[in-house]
């Protein structure tokens, strides 16, 4: 039996169905991604038949520009679920019932874990990565209430400035590359694989700064509290297929490079490798302590330094419930995975403590 389904570039391919699953037992399921290289497990368990596998018929939504465009779309009714990180901060606090169930990036075994993000910069910025201070009176593009949001506010604190000492652009990711290239801007942070293609694009662009270490990264799978009280069965199937398409892609970089191109418009096949490479470094869907920290940091964060006006008990709006059972029921799925230590691991009802 053959399945089809749309691609972003708007492609069509035929996949054969598992075996051990018909179209009329296929729990349906719509999901949204960002465009953006770490969100690629949920194609790649789509093309790779691990959805059907796992009992679902999932279709997913051309990838949007952020976060906050997915997170639209969830509360539209559009998708049931999307894979959103530091946007789901100030939606918690507009009032948006939000519940995370699973990383789509990050990391269950350590704390910090941003290896996915970099600061890309024209030629004869000036900008140093070994001296951050170098970004005062600069130009920086970075999407706001983002991850990448997020990684420019600690590159600005690490370089001993003040926000104000930089002038921040709001900016999509998909339009960063454009502004560097017309000079409209001295540099941009971002996910994969903008930073790269910024290098390949835009003739002297320069990395400055890769990783580091000086967020811990937040990406979550989120749907809306009343479907995720409605659905735990789905979304234990969900997890599941996501879990065995992470694993895949960890073994398999060069052929989800190869997805990549797909899915993200414009994407060249060796800058696909390049970020796949830093990817699968934090393609972890497991939940521990450090994830329910690293989320009770972002929310201090942006509220400390002013760009979000409240803060929320990251308890009430993470469900570690289902991605635990996963964990446990089916290990194999994490195997090669470094172990989570033993001070960060949790149980069904965790409660963290900051």
């Known amino acids: 039996m053959i399945k089809t389904f749309a691609l972003a570039a708007g492609l069509a391919v035929a996949l054969p169905l598992a075996a051990n699953a018909q179209d009329d037992d296929l729990i349906p399921l719509n999901a949204g991604m960002v465009s953006g290289i770490d969100q690629l497990g949920l194609p790649i368990a789509l093309e790779q038949g691990f959805f059907e596998k796992h009992g679902l018929d999932v279709h997913i939504a051309n990838p949007y520009a952020t976060g906050v465009d997915s997170l639209n779309a969830l509360q539209s009714g559009e998708v049931d679920t999307v894979q959103v990180g530091v946007p789901m901060i100030g939606a918690v606090v507009r009032g948006m019932d939000l519940v995370a169930l699973g990383n789509y990036s990050g990391n ?152 990549a191109t797909r899915w993200i418009p414009g994407l060249d096949i060796e800058v696909a490798k390049e970020a796949m490479g830093y990817n699968i470094q934090q393609a972890d869907r497991r939940l521990s302590a450090n994830n329910y920290a690293a989320l009770h940091a972002a929310v201090d964060t942006l509220h400390r330094l002013g760009f979000i006006d409240d803060t929320f008990d990251v308890n009430e709006h993470i469900n570690s419930t289902h991605i635990v059972k996963v964990m446990e029921e089916q290990p194999e799925l994490f195997s090669d995975l470094p172990a989570i230590p033993e001070e960060a691991m949790i149980t069904d009802g965790y409660h963290f403590e900051p």
């Open 108 to 259: 269950a075994a350590q704390l910090g874990s941003d290896t996915t993000m970099a600061l890309a910069a024209a030629e004869g910025s000036g900008i140093d990565g070994d001296d951050l201070s170098t970004l005062k009176g600069k130009r920086v593009a970075a999407s706001f209430g983002t991850i990448n949001h997020l990684y420019v506010l600690a590159l600005i604190e690490a370089g001993g400035l003040e926000v104000s000492d930089v002038n921040l652009v709001n900016t999509p990711p998909p339009d960063m590359t454009v502004a560097l290239l017309a000079d409209g801007i001295d540099a941009f942070v971002g996910w994969d694989p903008w930073p790269i293609m910024a290098q390949t694009d835009v003739p002297g662009a320069y990395e400055v700064v890769r990783g580091g270490n000086y967020i811990s990264y937040v990406g979550f799978n989120v749907a809306m509290r009343d479907w995720v009280e409605e659905n735990g069965e789905t979304i234990e199937k969900y997890l599941a297929a996501l879990s065995e398409a992470d694993q895949w892609m960890r073994a398999n970089p060069e052929d989800a490079a190869q997805v």
